[in-house]
């Protein structure tokens, strides 16, 4: 319709005019002026009604009226701007970090895998009941594909690094050797090239690789001839067959650059027993989890009677993928959603007390409205309006406040650690996304608009006209705003303790006893691999000379190199016997270190017996051991283990070691495990191409690292030199350290929220009590109450609300602690200096709270009060 | 609505004749609202009274319908006024409704007649 329409007013005009044109007509046939005057109005009946039909004349009234009560409720909120703005920044607050946090664990937890059918696709690997779960050995993945009938495919990875030859020089890089059928099982495609060929998975086999995307795009410039040409990767030609897709990506292979097929093992990884390969399988139609787990524990039985692998009990482990991936993050992702939603529950129900009180100042405009003649259904309508509106407006900025709030929270996560995140990528607004906001803004409609109208509906119009509020009703709904102050005081004592203890595990987590000084440590990877390193004794010079050349620069106190810096995993284990001990088969699985004889001092290591490693132990002397604490008092209780003599199998050579000295322990595992038993074993005798060079700086240690950068490189260009940081920051950048610092963070800012918000609606309610009894404070005071009575009046009323809160709140913080006690380091569920301090801190907040409501009702002076009425 | 007379022998106009009475009554020229509503009195010999929300709505749906078209202009006594004047369609429309109602009229004349006879 783009006629113009006729306005309203146009009409009114005509009307007039008609009246005066009879009302002429009317005088010149006679009749007198007033006469004329009444005749005509009366001849036309109800000018009103006559306009009122002419303006409903193209409307749908319903539509109109909508349309008019949205317009109206607009002009109300806006005249209350206090109101609104608090409504709809508490909401948004609310909603902002629940959907935030949503995003997270739909990306985590919801989002299938990127892989074909990602359900079926299992986690396979070694396990026992004593030892858990740990990769698996070539030899046992190859039987174990031969024999099962569980499995479309079987596959193994294993993770390992090169070094690129560039035109600027040696690059360490991550790659991954895999399987020949690895990308078909996961139902991946090359987007360039081609996959692997059944040969290639040979032993022997042509060293073929498939690029990453990203380095296929940063490595390459995305150039699409790049299939077919060759890399040199650890002095080896690789002739690159393909390129993976954009989308694809493996959590446990971190950024792996190159795809390599299994095609050499070493000496090590053709043992049964050297456990280095991460199986992955598709499940056949039809088959389940738990009979594929049964065949392969049997397998796994079979395979132990067979080789006469001692000690394990071996069962297995299948274990879907997905489990894998997410599992370490899941708990965390639920503690930090159900945190979100008890603050949202507090937004709610403090926007809704808002709306009531509200609704409550409205009581008198209400009532008129309702004497004029607007009905009640038209009167509740209004308030539904109002309550879309403030829900609306709030979800829209709570949408706003999550999408900054998912970049933000993203971008905290580390950029190693997010490479084992795959899903972090897909947090976003999505489908999921968007109807969990759907959601809530539904809920808090709903609540917004139902709450309002049925506080109208249950009261009589007469009642709102007169002031007095007496009646049943208003009692009702005074004690329902009480009970929800009750509410968030209790919620936010929920989040307050879970906050405190999280916030304890935390500082508990960075303050547990490392064994060494973590301070003033620089650290950097070297790599030195390829043919100048080839043979026996080759590597032993290049230590020495950076152990030396090192150690003499200005700054340094001391240095050492180690296969493996401390605090990062209990990985890289070493099964063990005690010379002259029986061989029970018992499973002595160690903590296995290689060092240079400067590290264990560099580290700041506690020596208690014996010695450290001199340069003297070299390949030409026997072997020698330091181990830590916890494997004497394991192994050697109430014994010297000076003297005594360790075996294993040392590169797939058997090998004995005479223990020299004991160390403290030094936490060589992750900061929330427990201190497993360790050996260290001189470098000189045991060569490691990949290690770590340790550094004790006398400044600080961030300032040194250029210069040790520049050191490595000048003994030798072609060294892969990577991943230079102090040992503060490789210790803050831990999983374990980065989860809990995360949940502490986060909890502790919604617990920061809840309290503010709960405080906030204790504060209204008192306030509001106070102002609705003003006269019967000033009779009261009248009769002779003192002041200090009428404060003391106030305080309690407040107190038993805040003590209602408190009492609900530990109740329910002793039950969320239980449901959170996986993410808890050094304290308990029930922790009481957590809980008294929570409880002194809401205490003392909610005395700030009615202090000032309480000031006001004391300096009440009767003589106004009572004259008021 | 009342009016001072006694309104029994006067008629609420039937659903749909008050357009073709507009219709009508503007073949002799432009008119406003009050003219119109006296002409139709006038010459029904004060049978029908026109309900003038009715008809000022009725004007308003002519016009919407471009039969007619409307323009505000002096009256003779010199007073602002909307005159109303019949557009070629409305014309058509005059001719058109004019045929159905003697069709109706003369059909309803024979089964009322027929029965008198």
């Not at chain 1, 991946?188 to 040979?202: A, C, I, S």
């Not at chain 1, 489908?431 to 109208?453: C, D, E, N």
């Not at chain 1, 950097?524 to 003499?552: C, D, P």
């Not at chain 2, 009256?75 to 004047?85: H, I, L, P, T």
């Amino acid at each position: 319709m783009f006629r113009r329409q006729r306005n309203a007013k146009d009409f009114a005009a005509e009307i007039e005019a008609h009246l005066a044109l009879e009302e002429d007509e009317l005088k010149s046939e006679g009749v007198s002026d007033d006469e004329a005057h009444r005749r005509a109005r009366c001849d036309f009946g109800s000018v009103s009604a006559a306009r009122e039909r002419f303006y409903l004349k193209d409307r749908i009234p319903w539509l109109d009226s909508l349309a008019r009560d949205v317009k109206f409720s607009i002009r109300q909120l806006f005249r209350n701007p206090g109101f609104t703005a608090a409504a709809v920044a508490v909401l948004a607050l609310g909603m902002g970090a629940s959907l935030a946090i949503f995003a997270f664990v739909d990306a985590a937890l919801l989002e299938p895998l990127p892989y074909a059918n990602p359900g079926r696709l299992m986690s396979v690997n070694e396990s026992s009941s004593s030892a858990g779960r740990w990769p698996l050995s070539y030899p046992d993945y190859i039987d174990w594909q031969r024999m099962n009938q569980s499995f479309r495919s079987l596959e193994a990875h294993s993770g390992t690094g090169f070094l690129l030859r560039t035109p600027s020089g040696a690059e360490p890089v991550q790659a991954e050797r895999v399987s020949g059928g690895f990308f078909q099982t996961l139902g991946v495609h090359p987007m360039l090239g081609r996959d692997f060929l059944p040969g290639e998975n040979r032993l022997g086999g042509p060293n073929v690789t498939l690029l990453s995307y990203g380095a296929w795009l940063h490595r390459f410039d995305g150039r699409k001839d790049v299939v077919g040409r060759t890399v040199d990767l650890d002095d080896n030609a690789y002739t690159v067959i393909g390129v993976l897709p954009r989308t694809f990506n493996f959590a446990l292979s971190g950024n792996a650059e190159f795809w390599v097929p299994i095609n050499a093992l070493s000496t090590h990884e053709k043992k049964r027993t050297f456990y280095a390969f991460e199986g992955v399988g598709r499940l056949r139609d039809g088959i389940g989890v738990k009979t594929a787990q049964a065949e392969i524990a049997g397998i796994a039985r079979k395979l132990e009677r067979l080789y006469a692998i001692p000690g394990r009990e071996l069962n297995g482990s299948v274990i879907p993928l997905s489990e894998i991936i997410v599992g370490d993050v899941r708990p965390v992702l639920l503690t930090l959603l159900g945190g979100a939603v008890l603050l949202l529950m507090i937004s709610c129900v403090n926007v809704v007390s808002l709306v009531l009180v509200r609704s409550e100042s409205r009581r008198r405009e209400i009532a008129v409205r309702g004497a004029l003649g607007a009905t009640r259904v038209r009167l509740v309508r209004q308030f539904v309006t109002e309550g879309l509106l403030v829900a609306s407006g709030g979800s829209v900025a709570g949408a706003m406040v999550a999408s900054v709030a998912m970049r933000l929270l993203g971008g905290m996560v580390p950029k190693d650690m997010a490479d084992n995140m795959p899903f972090l990528e897909g947090v976003r607004l999505n489908a999921h996304t968007a109807a969990f906001a759907a959601g809530i803004a539904l809920m808090a409609a709903v609540l917004f608009a139902a709450i309002p109208a049925l506080r109208l509906l249950s009261q009589s119009v007469r009642d709102g006209l007169s002031d007095g509020d007496r009646g049943a009703a208003g009692r009702l709904w005074r004690r329902l705003g009480s009970n929800m102050v009750v509410l968030e005081l209790a919620v936010s004592v929920i989040l307050l303790v879970a906050a405190g203890l999280l916030g304890r595990s935390f500082y508990r987590l960075l303050h547990v006893s490392l064994g060494f000084d973590p301070g003033h440590l620089a650290t950097l990877q070297v790599m030195a691999s390829g043919n100048s390193y080839q043979g026996a004794g080759k590597t032993t010079g290049l230590y020495r000379e950076i152990e030396r050349r090192v150690s003499s620069l200005p700054g340094v106190q001391s240095a050492g190199l180690t296969s493996l810096l401390p605090a990062e995993c209990d990985c890289a284990t070493d099964n063990i016997r005690i010379v002259g001990r029986p061989d029970n088969g018992e499973h002595n699985e160690v903590d296995e270190r290689h060092v240079s004889p400067g590290y264990l001092h560099a580290l700041g290591a506690s020596l208690l017996r014996g010695r450290y490693f001199s340069q003297a132990d070299d390949a030409s002397h026997p072997g020698v051991a330091v181990i830590n604490e916890a494997l004497a008092q394991w192994y050697f209780p109430g014994q010297d283990p000076i003297g005594q003599k360790i075996a294993n199998d040392e590169g797939g050579v058997a090998s004995v070691w005479e223990i020299v000295g004991v160390i403290g322990d030094v936490r060589e595992g992750p900061l929330d495990g427990d201190i497993s038993p360790a050996e260290y074993f001189p470098i000189n005798q045991a060569r490691q191409d990949s290690f770590t060079l340790v550094v004790r700086t006398a400044q600080d240690p961030a300032a040194l690292l250029p210069l040790l950068v520049d050191t490595v490189r000048q003994i030798d260009p072609d060294l892969g030199v990577s991943d230079e940081t102090t040992m503060d920051a490789k210790i803050d950048g831990t999983q374990a350290a980065l989860l809990h610092r995360f949940a502490a963070w986060l909890v502790g800012g919604f617990a920061a929220s809840a309290l503010l918000l709960g405080i906030v609606g204790l504060y209204g309610v008192i306030a509001w009590s106070v102002s609705r009894r003003t006269r019967e404070i000033g009779v009261r005071m009248a009769l002779g109450a003192q002041r200090a009575s009428v404060h003391r009046m106030v305080l309690g009323e407040a107190a038993v609300l805040a003590l209602a809160g408190i009492v609900i709140g530990c109740a329910g913080a002793l039950a969320a602690g239980r449901m959170m006690q996986g993410l808890l380091f050094g304290v308990r569920a029930w922790d009481p200096p957590t809980l008294a301090a929570v409880c002194i801190v809401l205490g003392a907040a909610a005395l700030l709270a009615s202090y000032l409501p309480a000031r006001r009702a004391a300096s009440v002076n009767p003589v106004d009060a009572l004259r008021a009425e | 609505m009342t009016t001072q007379k006694n309104s029994d022998d006067r008629i609420a106009l039937l659903q749909g004749t008050l357009d073709l009475l507009i219709l009508k009554t503007l073949v002799l020229g432009p008119r406003h609202g009050q003219g119109i509503a006296r002409q139709i009195r006038r010459q029904s010999e004060e049978v029908f009274f026109v309900d003038h929300g009715s008809l000022y709505l009725a004007l308003q749906r002519l016009e919407d319908r471009k039969w007619i078209a409307a323009k505000w202009g002096v009256s003779e006594n010199n007073r602002k006024a909307r005159f109303y004047s019949l557009t070629a369609r409305g014309r058509g429309q005059l001719t058109e409704k004019t045929g159905e109602w003697q069709r109706l009229s003369r059909a309803m004349g024979l089964i009322l007649g027929g029965e008198e006879a």
